[in-house]
T-cell receptor
Framework: DSGVTQTPKHLITATGQRVTLRCSPR?????VYWYQQSLDQGLQFLIQ???????AKGNILERFSAQQFPDLHSELNLSSLELGDSALYFC????????????FGPGTRLTVL | GDSVTQMEGPVTLSEEACLTI???????????LFWYVQYPGEGLQLLLK?????DKGSNKGFEATYRKETTSFHLEKGSVQVSDSAVYFC?????????FGAGTRLTVKP
């Protein structure tokens, strides 16, 4: 158990809909990262937050947005969903520092029908 | 920019065979290097790490040595088990920016 929790575990929805994925980082970790993992594209970095502020942006679509709240939990919002958005979405957290690894949650499997 | 390249899979081995998964990196600074493992249906877990040149990370019979001269961090295990079947990711952290390789799927057959 990494200490990072994600809800829900599975999500099935239709094209055009909007969903929210939730992540709670490990106690004490200020950084939260979101990744998308699909079969054909491997692990893609989406966005990082540090203590409530956006720190880095990766290959995140404009239809996607995220935020980190004062209690440090984070939400990833996916809107106008397309079939190609079906994937595993992982949240990770870490302590700042180049020596430090990221700890991953169990993921949310999103299926868009 | 900083990046990691790891050998493409899939890799299929028989139980007790030797394993090497190659990983090379490009980085402007002095990154830390990591191997993560993802078992079926689970998230990524840290397998081992090394934070400076010539460091050797090891865990569960796996090991990797940080080679600055060849910019490599190859993952090795002397005798694999069926339970080692998973996807393995090489990663680097430079300036708090984590980069992952594409992953290598390993299947170990009894």
């Amino acid at each position: 158990d990494s200490g990072v929790t994600q809800t829900p575990k599975h999500l099935i929805t239709a094209t055009g809909q909007r969903v929210t994925l939730r992540c709670s980082p490990r106690s004490g970790d200020l950084s939260v990262y979101w990744y998308q993992q699909s079969l054909d594209q491997g692990l893609q970095f989406l966005i990082q937050y540090y203590n409530g502020e956006e720190r880095a942006k990766g290959n995140i679509l404009e239809r996607f947005s995220a935020q980190q709240f004062p209690d440090l939990h984070s939400e990833l919002n996916l809107s106008s969903l397309e079939l190609g958005d079906s994937a595993l979405y992982f949240c990770a957290s870490s302590v700042e520092g180049v020596y430090n690894e990221q700890f991953f949650g169990p993921g949310t499997r999103l299926t868009v029908l | 920019g900083d990046s990691v390249t790891q050998m493409e899979g899939p890799v299929t081995l028989s139980e007790e065979a030797c394993l090497t998964i190659n990983c090379t990196y490009t980085a402007t600074g002095y990154p830390s290097l990591f191997w993560y493992v993802q078992y079926p249906g689970e998230g990524l877990q840290l397998l081992l790490k090394a934070t400076k040149a010539d460091d050797k990370g090891s865990n569960k019979g796996f090991e990797a040595t940080y080679r600055k001269e060849t910019t490599s961090f190859h993952l090795e295990k002397g005798s694999v088990q069926v339970s080692d079947s998973a996807v393995y990711f090489c990663a680097l952290n430079a300036n708090n920016d984590m980069r992952f390789g594409a992953g290598t799927r390993l299947t170990v057959k009894p």
